[in-house]
């Protein structure tokens, strides 16, 4: 099955700074690609997806980059402020559509 | 904008008892998912379900577990008999279409067996 790794487990910057998460994924039939925040006490909340026909996407200061024929993808946050100090998860979806599968998280410090 | 809603936010029991947690997914959508998070640790898989039977599951969602979509808006998922490594936050989540889609969370249930 799908199994998806995600660097770093930590993260800190200074605002202002640019702050990057990587995902690999191991399944090269899957095709659609979310990041979500997590606040503390809240649920997962979708901040950005890619699908496989796509190679980057952006939205304000939020991008996301997918090399399919690496199975890599990454989170990219420009201008980062205090309230995006948050816990962000990578996730795949397996070939059948079924199923999200997350990777372990990364904790971002955003420090002003 | 609709939401995913989780009741209760908070359950305590015992070892051994029953638990039913409750979820509304929204109102349009198709697919129901559970999610387990322990302390921590990543949201992991439990069960999909559509059309009124489980789509998938994962070695999680063993025999002890059960979903069940009652009546044309609540979705359920029941421990029935609950062990300590139980505890953990669950999550429910629904989507519109199958593939490629957006899931969205509710924001949980903490599960704590004592």
């Known amino acids: 099955g799908e199994n998806v790794e995600q660097h770093p487990s930590t993260l800190s910057v200074q605002e202002g700074d640019s702050a990057v998460i990587k995902c690999t994924y191991s399944d090269s039939a899957s095709n659609y690609f979310p990041w979500y925040k997590q606040e503390l006490g809240k649920g997962p909340q979708l901040i950005i997806d890619?699908?496989?026909?796509?190679g980057e996407k952006k939205d304000q200061r939020i991008a996301v980059t997918l090399n399919k024929t690496a199975k890599h993808f990454s989170l990219h946050i420009t201008e980062t402020q205090p309230e995006d100090s948050a816990v962000y998860f990578c996730a795949a979806a397996n070939q059948a559509g079924t199923a999200l599968i997350f990777g372990k998280g990364t904790t971002l410090s955003v420090s002003s | 904008e609709p939401e995913v809603t989780q009741t209760p936010s908070h359950q305590v029991t015992q070892m051994g008892q029953e638990v039913i947690l409750r979820c509304v997914p929204i109102?349009?959508?198709?697919?129901f998912y559970w999610y387990r998070q322990i302390l921590g640790q990543k949201v992991e898989f439990l069960v999909s379900?559509?059309?009124?039977?489980?789509?998938?599951k994962s070695e999680i969602f063993d025999d002890q577990f059960s979903v069940e979509r009652p009546d044309g808006s609540n979705f359920t998922l029941k421990i029935r008999s609950t062990k300590l490594e139980d505890s953990a936050m669950y999550f429910c989540a629904s989507k519109f279409l199958q593939s490629n889609s957006p899931l969205h969370f509710g924001n949980g249930t903490r599960l704590t067996v004592t």
């Open positions: 890619i699908r496989s026909n796509v």
């Open positions: 109102s349009n959508h198709l697919y």
């Open positions: 379900f559509y059309n009124n039977e489980i789509s998938e």
